[in-house]
């Protein structure tokens, strides 16, 4: 039994893909339904949540990078503690979380195994890195940008489609905790014959005011 704080909603074509954080040893996980399966898109599971459920690894488990995939059953809601209760988890347990939380340039990111193209920026099976989702406290602003009714975010001129449930801001400024995913493995076309890839996606950030004692 394990009390996981849900930290991302991700939509997908038929189904949702949610993230979490196990409090007991900061595991990140995907988490999926009792029998290992996408999750459908009306779960109960919100930004925030803190829910205890039973986590067990996933019979069918898909290929590196992603082993953050779990197959779960929820017992209970417990509270939601909002964005800014999962950006004071984050920054209460960043020993914790180890290499899972990255600060600075985005090269940096998936132990240095992005390629970053621009418009394009993926892993491939030349370096793979040993997980699939990260949080990432950028040393630059995120600029949000509309295109072709898609939603990015830019970092220079590195462009990190956005596929969360948040509501967008314009500006994600420096510093702050931004989660970072890597979709599963596409070859780019319809026959199969494209070099495999996992792109590069942004599925959430997280900032709280830190309160100052009076005086």
């Not at 996992?198 to 709280?208: I, R």
């Amino acid at each position: 039994m394990s009390i996981v704080l849900i930290v991302s909603k991700t939509q997908m074509r038929n189904s949702v893909c949610v993230g979490g954080i196990r409090e007991d040893n900061c595991e990140l996980i995907r988490i999926f339904d009792a029998q290992g399966y996408n999750l459908s898109p009306n779960v109960p599971y919100e930004i925030g949540d803190r829910w205890e459920m039973c986590v067990e690894n996933v019979r069918h488990m898909r290929m590196e990078p992603h082993v953050e995939d779990k197959r779960t059953r929820a017992i209970r809601r417990i509270e939601n503690v909002g964005v800014e209760g999962i950006a004071r988890f984050i920054n209460e347990h960043t020993q914790a979380l180890g290499n899972r939380i990255v600060k600075g340039n985005l090269e940096q990111a998936f132990e240095g195994c992005l390629h970053l193209q621009g418009t394009r920026n993926f892993v491939n099976r030349d370096r793979i890195p040993s997980f699939s989702t990260q949080f990432w406290m950028a040393d630059k602003d995120l600029i949000h940008r509309n295109q072709y009714g898609k939603h990015y975010y830019y970092y220079n001129n590195i462009r990190i489609k956005f596929v969360g449930y948040q509501s967008l801001v314009e500006r994600i400024p420096a510093g702050t905790i931004i989660r970072l995913s890597l979709a599963t493995w596409w070859s780019g076309d319809n026959d199969g014959k494209g070099e495999d890839r996992c792109y590069l996606q942004l599925s959430g950030w997280y900032w709280y005011v830190k309160k100052t004692k009076r005086e």
